[in-house]
């Protein structure tokens, strides 16, 4: 039975250092020192009477009491954070923290002037855009470090609730000096001569490009496989091979003919951008507000 009582620091602390099996690493994502976390740790095993971590040099391992006082935590925390969630709905406030996470293509080219336009409206509101792969993007919404997800490519889990937002078209695009720059009706049997610039396979461009490869039976000649679109363009523009990108990521380098659009034989290679949340989750009034605006957004304005 507990002596003294357990306060909210506690649970906090304690949650943090489950997360991440650290103790600097929960000092540092609540912006406390070490030293304090420690301190509440130590505290609340006093008044559980319990050893809730088991030290291994600078990592630690919930216990089994640990294990077990965990999700009765966690579910304090979170009943907390609706509850403040609702005041603010009663009060219609928009306020707080909103973390949106995005693939590259939405993050880079559709979310921020979006963001600019909610921003004017809600300037007490601070907003972070994380811009992942989409297999990172879909991991921070089932952790609830982020609240709306933008990503161009079906999502794998099931627990995720999916709004469609339209198709993004990707391009076959060469430097201007390539020797497909005046060819047109290429087919992906023609990749087979090139070398094919990708992004890592975690990405919903590759993940489009590879389901279209395997359809097609086709092995591209080489792959050079770059981690950002900005390098893949730059690439191209140096003459290192072909890619598919968004229309999105080239419009500029299209209009200073830095990159040249090649015309496929067939049908247009396209992908869908969907809204992601959390099922289960009630969304803070700010990320309720922001996700109306995309809806709106990509309804009255064809974006691919």
């Given at each position: 039975m507990?002596s003294?009582?357990?306060?909210l620091?506690h649970?906090?602390v304690?949650?943090?250092?489950?997360?991440?099996?650290s103790?600097s690493?929960?000092?540092?994502?609540?912006?406390?020192?070490?030293?304090y976390v420690?301190g509440q740790?130590?505290?609340?095993?006093?008044r559980?009477?319990?050893?809730l971590?088991?030290?291994?040099g600078?990592?630690?391992?919930?216990?089994?009491?640990?294990?077990?006082?965990?999700?009765y935590a966690?579910k304090?925390l979170?009943?907390?954070?609706?509850?403040?969630?609702s005041?603010?709905d009663?009060?219609?406030?928009?306020?707080?923290h909103?973390?949106?996470?995005?693939s590259?293509?939405p993050g880079?080219?559709?979310l921020p002037?979006?963001?600019?336009?909610f921003l004017?409206?809600?300037?007490?509101v601070h907003?972070?855009?994380?811009?992942?792969?989409?297999?990172?993007v879909e991991?921070l919404l089932?952790?609830?470090?982020?609240?709306?997800?933008?990503?161009?490519?079906?999502?794998?889990?099931t627990?995720?609730?999916?709004?469609?937002?339209?198709?993004?078209?990707?391009?076959?695009?060469?430097g201007?000096?390539h020797?497909?720059?005046?060819?047109s009706?290429?087919?992906?049997?023609?990749l087979?001569?090139e070398?094919?610039?990708?992004?890592?396979?975690?990405?919903?461009t590759?993940?489009?490009?590879d389901?279209e490869?395997?359809?097609?039976r086709?092995q591209?000649?080489?792959?050079?496989e770059?981690?950002?679109?900005?390098a893949?363009?730059e690439a191209?523009?140096?003459g290192?091979?072909?890619?598919?990108?968004?229309?999105?990521?080239?419009q500029q380098d299209?209009a200073?003919?830095r990159?040249?659009?090649?015309?496929?034989?067939?049908?247009?290679l396209?992908?869908p951008i969907?809204l992601l949340t959390?099922?289960?989750?009630?969304?803070s009034p700010?990320a309720?507000?922001f996700r109306?605006?995309?809806?709106?957004?990509?309804t009255?304005?064809d974006?691919?």
């Open positions: 507990m003294l009582p357990v306060t620091a649970l906090r304690f949650a943090a250092v489950a997360k991440h099996c103790f690493r929960a000092a540092d994502e609540l912006r406390v020192s070490q030293p420690s740790i130590a505290g609340l095993e006093a559980l009477a319990l050893v971590f088991n030290r291994t600078r990592r630690a391992y919930l216990s089994e009491a640990g294990k077990l006082f965990l999700p966690a304090v979170t009943t907390l954070q609706e509850a403040d969630r005041l603010q009663f009060r219609g406030l928009v306020t707080g909103l973390v949106v996470a995005a590259s293509t880079a080219y559709l002037r979006l963001l600019g336009q004017e409206d809600y300037p007490g907003v972070t855009l994380q811009i992942k792969d989409t297999v990172h991991r089932l952790s609830q470090e982020a609240e709306l997800g933008v990503v161009a490519s079906p999502p794998t889990s627990e995720l609730a999916t709004e469609p937002l339209g198709l993004d078209e990707l391009l076959l695009v060469v201007p000096r020797r497909w720059v005046n060819r009706g290429v087919t992906f049997k023609d087979e001569e070398r094919l610039l990708v992004r890592e396979r975690t990405s919903g590759r993940i489009r490009i389901e490869l395997t359809r097609t086709v591209p000649r080489t792959m050079l770059l981690s950002t679109v900005e893949i363009r191209l523009a140096c290192l091979g072909i890619s598919f990108l968004s229309k999105h990521a080239v299209i200073a003919r990159l040249v659009v090649v015309m496929l034989a067939h049908r247009p396209t992908r969907s959390s099922t289960g989750h009630k969304l700010a309720a507000v109306n605006l995309i809806l709106a957004e990509f009255s304005a974006r691919t």
